[in-house]
């Protein structure tokens, strides 16, 4: 383990010396933004490119877009945004998922922050409320739709969002923001620009918040998942140039959070997680090229509490509380250089460690990831360019700890080693000064959680009457279970129109989803296991959007999109979907329309956006995992509507009023409980 | 292969409105100020850059003079404050100045200017294309409908221009 340290320290320290002779400095988007009048990015090839260059299906939320939402957190944020599906379950918690396919502990989708990975890999799934960011320090937010994880590795499957905050060296942001409003909401961010002498800077951003949970009735099982929702944030993220073409960032975070949330046997559940994270990266612009070593490590801690239903217990309704521990080492080392006048090429080298705490046993499940991978980008004439990139995943999976007796499992079964390779490749043409088209194709991977593979433990007791044999049982995560693959195709085409000052996008993708992950699909009774996670089967998707967005009289601006999606599974019916609440065909709303109008005059701004989601299914936990009772509930066609009103006073000083849910007092967006009107009224101050 | 190359590259800049005689405008110079920060060694504080113009031609001067106006006492971008300067071409290895920007207009004329501007070690911008695929010039910028910057590699290697690399990879090189 201590030589695997030392490769990773050498990766990185390799850096500085092949930066002695170099030229350069850091991505400055802020800069780059406003020379090349449009957002740019890093977030789809790993290279710095133009938004409207990219070649991928990409939508870029900016500050001013975050705020001028009406949302007090990401997941609000994105709501907004064409392709990108919500549940909200609670006030606190939601999930998010590209095109469909959401579940509660959303897994297809890969979250960052300023490339930092913040998806939890011991559930496969993102912690929204947990991420060490607050909406006012977010420089903008990448949405990349489609599979990417021949940049990104694992996971990013349906999607990728990367969170780009303000860089510190380039963006003096100071600022205090005072929140309250319904459901008891109390919010207070901080955030403070440091300069560290002439070649360094640092922002702190401290986030408090307290607030409470919906008030509208609760499920059968969802029992004392109520008990007050928290979420107090720490982030230092600092940058100092060793010279001009080389830069050093550390950054340091932790959230502490408690909170209502859905879980994955749709029940609510009261969580407190306390995520932490260290980042050291340093990049050099040299004659080799922009070389970047980067190193970080994540921990995850969640305690959950959750009841297990009579069926289980024997009497009654009983309390249970786990504990899981996860954590995460990644280093990396890429080097992106320009060969010639027309080809960029990136290599990247990845090694990761993540791990999980078994609690029944005092084990971990763990598995260690070496990555390689290339991108090619080839500017053939300057209106065309080719971009393919490739990657390949070895994954050595281990297990310490032993079993029960009577567990017919050994640690030994756990050996074993993974090989995936992903691919994207991607047509950008220019076929006039107001047309560009895109043919995009992808090949994605979603791992196993930790938990699946084993993470998940647990000893079921069964009282005589319930038909099951054995007095008690296990659920055990499995080593067998493999990635779940998705390939893509898409054609998009983006079209000026000046003389309505607006874009027109449409798009078109299909993609083919294999051995489809689920957490509850099989029992293995002869070895005393009654529920384990199993691959269920395929499910293809195809869809168009269309949108459109525009502005007019300078005070105006507009946007209204629609999606229409065809999710269609092949499940194996061995796997009864009662057992593993996985209907994505009809658990994804086939139409979808979004649309905004904002207006600004002189310290007034005004907005409200507008979302309906088609009917759809939602599964009703009656019985908890395994027991087979959870029914899907229709779910009616439903409209939601936020909106922001704010009054700028002074050039330091702002009021803000947001609602969400603007429509209805309580309004049905799952099976779950409820969704509460929330109205917040805001005191901004910049300093 | 390469000959279909300058072709197709010459045609999406025809196509783009990006003629030799395109007028300079404001935003061309608010283009100009902010892609030379991207220099490896960016330009700060006050940069005198020498507007290049033919005085047997009317046109290029009187080009050379709205971009003088353009830039007033000064166009600031981050820590550079661009000011402008006129340099006739036959004064063209005497001028003092941090770099050149080309008028349109000054046609076969601007031969002079390669072998000068290599000496001298003084990069050259221009809004005129043509200036910059001839290998005379470093930079060309174009400001609408979009923004798009053209760098040839070998003149900025003889004048020892170099660009941050972030800055290569999001632009068009020859």
């Keep these: 383990m201590k030589e695997k340290y030392f490769k990773l320290a050498l990766a990185v320290a390799s850096v500085q010396l092949l930066s002695a002779k170099s030229y350069g400095q850091s991505l400055d988007y802020a800069a780059l933004e406003a020379l090349f009048e449009e957002p740019v990015t890093l977030s789809v090839t790993g290279s710095p490119q133009r938004a409207s260059s990219v070649p991928a299906n990409m939508e870029i939320i900016s500050h001013d877009d975050i705020e001028r939402s009406g949302a007090r957190d990401i997941p609000g944020v994105l709501r907004h945004v064409l392709g990108v599906d919500i549940m909200r379950w609670t006030n606190n918690g939601s999930d998010v998922s590209i095109r469909g396919y959401n579940t509660p502990f959303s897994p297809r989708l890969l979250v960052l922050i300023n490339g930092r990975q913040v998806y939890a890999d011991h559930y496969g799934y993102t912690h929204w409320s947990s991420l060490p960011v607050e909406l006012e320090e977010i420089r903008q937010i990448e949405v990349v739709k489609g599979p990417n994880s021949a940049l990104f590795g694992f996971n990013a499957l349906a999607g990728v969002i990367n969170i780009v905050t303000e860089h510190p060296r380039y963006d003096?942001?100071?600022?205090?923001?005072?929140?309250?409003?319904?459901?008891?909401?109390?919010?207070?961010?901080?955030?403070?620009?440091?300069?560290?002498?002439?070649?360094?800077?640092?922002?702190?951003?401290?986030?408090?918040?307290?607030?409470?949970?919906?008030?509208?009735?609760?499920?059968?099982?969802?029992?004392?998942?109520?008990?007050?929702?928290?979420?107090?944030?720490?982030?230092?993220?600092?940058?100092?140039?060793?010279?001009?073409?080389?830069?050093?960032?550390?950054?340091?975070?932790?959230?502490?959070?408690?909170?209502?949330?859905?879980i994955t046997s749709y029940q609510l559940g009261y969580q407190e997680v306390v995520t932490s994270s260290l980042k050291g990266?340093?990049?050099?612009?040299?004659?080799?090229?922009?070389?970047?070593?980067?190193?970080?490590?994540?921990?995850?801690?969640?305690?959950?509490?959750?009841?297990?239903?009579?069926?289980?217990?024997?009497?009654?309704?009983?309390?249970?509380?786990?504990?899981?521990?996860?954590?995460?080492?990644?280093?990396?080392?890429?080097?992106?250089?320009?060969?010639?006048?027309?080809?960029?090429?990136?290599?990247?080298?990845?090694?990761?460690?993540?791990?999980?705490?078994?609690?029944?046993?005092?084990?971990?499940?763990?598995?260690?990831?070496?990555?390689?991978?290339?991108?090619?980008q080839w500017q053939m004439t300057p209106a065309l360019a080719l971009t393919i990139a490739a990657r390949h995943d070895q994954l050595d999976l281990g297990r310490t700890g032993g079993f029960p007796v009577g567990l017919r499992l050994s640690d030994a079964d756990w050996d074993r080693r993974i090989h995936e390779t992903t691919a994207n490749a991607g047509l950008v043409w220019q076929l006039s000064e107001l047309d560009t088209l895109r043919l995009i194709a992808g090949r994605g991977a979603q791992l196993p959680s930790l938990y699946?593979?084993?993470?998940?433990?647990?000893?079921?007791?069964?009282?005589?009457?319930?038909?099951?044999?054995?007095?008690?049982?296990?659920?055990?995560?499995?080593?067998?279970?493999?990635?779940?693959?998705?390939?893509?195709?898409?054609?998009?085409?983006?079209?000026?129109?000046p003389a309505l000052a607006a874009e027109l996008s449409v798009a078109v993708y299909r993609g083919r989803g294999s051995d489809i992950l689920a957490s509850s699909g099989a029992a293995i009774p002869t070895s005393l296991i009654v529920l384990s996670p199993a691959n269920i089967g395929d499910s293809n998707e195809k869809g168009v959007e269309i949108s459109l967005k525009g502005q007019f009289d300078e005070e105006w601006r507009w946007g209204l999109s629609y999606l229409n999606q065809d999710i269609d599974d092949h499940l194996d019916p061995r796997y009864p979907v009662s057992q593993t609440l996985i209907n994505f065909e009809k658990g994804s709303p086939q139409h979808t329309i979004n649309a905004n109008l904002g207006w600004n005059r002189g310290p007034w701004t005004v907005d409200a956006y507008l979302r309906y989601e088609s009917e759809h299914d939602?599964?009703?936990?009656?019985?908890?995992?395994?027991?087979?009772?959870?029914?899907?509930?229709?779910?009616?066609?439903?409209?939601?509507?936020?909106?922001?009103?704010?009054?700028?006073?002074?050039?330091?000083?702002?009021?803000?009023?947001?609602?969400?849910?603007?429509?209805?007092?309580?309004?049905?967006?799952?099976?779950?409980?409820?969704?509460?009107?929330?109205?917040?009224?805001?005191?901004?101050?910049?300093? | 292969m390469k000959l279909l190359k300058v072709t197709i590259l010459l045609s999406v800049l025809v196509m783009c409105n990006l003629h030799a005689a395109a007028e300079v405008t404001q935003r061309d110079m608010q283009v100009t100020a902010r892609a030379l920060g991207f220099l490896t060694k960016p330009f700060t504080g006050d940069t005198l850059m020498g507007i290049l113009y033919d005085p047997q031609n009317a046109r290029s001067l009187k080009e050379?003079?709205?971009?003088?106006?353009?830039?007033?006492?000064?166009?600031?971008?981050?820590?550079?404050?661009?000011?402008?300067?006129?340099?006739?071409?036959?004064?063209?290895?005497?001028?003092?100045?941090?770099?050149?920007?080309?008028?349109?207009?000054?046609?076969?004329?601007?031969?002079?200017?390669?072998?000068?501007?290599?000496?001298?070690?003084?990069?050259?911008?221009?809004?005129?294309?043509?200036?910059?695929?001839?290998?005379?010039?470093?930079?060309?910028?174009?400001?609408?409908?979009?923004?798009?910057i053209l760098v040839n590699r070998k003149a900025a290697e003889e004048t020892g221009t170099s660009f941050a690399s972030m800055f290569r990879m999001m632009i068009l090189e020859i």
């Excluded at chain 1, 969640?302 to 009497?315: E, H, T």
């Excluded at chain 1, 009654?316 to 006048?341: E, M, P, T, Y």
């Excluded at chain 1, 000893?459 to 893509?488: C, H, K, Q, W």
């Excluded at chain 2, 100045?97 to 601007?110: E, I, P, R």
């Design chain 1, 281 to 376: 990266l340093i990049n050099a612009d040299t004659q080799f090229g922009l070389i970047e070593g980067t190193l970080y490590r994540n921990e995850f801690q969640k305690d959950m509490s959750i009841v297990l239903p009579a069926i289980r217990v024997g009497s009654g309704i009983r309390a249970l509380k786990q504990r899981f521990n996860s954590d995460v080492l990644v280093g990396r080392l890429q080097d992106i250089f320009k060969v010639g006048a027309d080809h960029t090429f990136r290599i990247t080298s990845e090694y990761r460690e993540t791990s999980m705490d078994i609690a029944l046993v005092g084990g971990e499940v763990y598995y260690d990831t070496l990555a390689t991978g290339v991108m090619w």
């Design chain 1, 172 to 262: 003096d942001l100071n600022m205090l923001k005072v929140q309250a409003g319904t459901q008891e909401h109390q919010q207070i961010t901080a955030i403070t620009t440091l300069a560290l002498g002439e070649r360094g800077a640092a922002r702190v951003s401290l986030g408090t918040r307290r607030n409470d949970d919906f008030s509208t009735p609760l499920g059968i099982l969802d029992v004392g998942a109520r008990q007050g929702d928290a979420r107090d944030a720490l982030t230092i993220d600092t940058h100092y140039a060793l010279r001009d073409d080389v830069e050093l960032e550390l950054e340091a975070s932790r959230v502490d959070v408690g909170q209502t949330d859905m």
């Design chain 1, 452 to 497: 699946n593979l084993g993470g998940y433990l647990a000893r079921y007791e069964f009282p005589p009457g319930v038909g099951y044999p054995f007095r008690f049982a296990y659920g055990s995560g499995l080593p067998t279970l493999d990635p779940s693959i998705m390939v893509s195709y898409e054609l998009a085409w983006d079209r000026s129109l």
């Design chain 2, 64 to 148: 050379a003079e709205e971009i003088q106006t353009m830039l007033g006492s000064g166009l600031q971008s981050g820590g550079l404050t661009l000011r402008a300067q006129l340099v006739p071409l036959d004064q063209l290895g005497s001028a003092s100045v941090d770099l050149f920007f080309l008028t349109g207009y000054l046609g076969d004329s601007a031969d002079l200017l390669r072998a000068s501007l290599a000496t001298r070690k003084i990069p050259c911008v221009s809004t005129d294309i043509e200036q910059v695929r001839s290998g005379r010039c470093v930079m060309g910028i174009v400001s609408a409908p979009r923004v798009e």
């Design chain 1, 618 to 687: 939602s599964f009703q936990a009656l019985g908890g995992w395994g027991t087979g009772m959870a029914p899907m509930l229709a779910i009616n066609g439903l409209m939601t509507i936020d909106a922001r009103a704010a009054y700028q006073f002074s050039e330091s000083v702002r009021v803000d009023l947001t609602v969400q849910n603007l429509q209805k007092d309580e309004e049905r967006h799952s099976a779950g409980p409820m969704v509460e009107r929330g109205v917040q009224m805001s005191l901004l101050l910049e300093f």
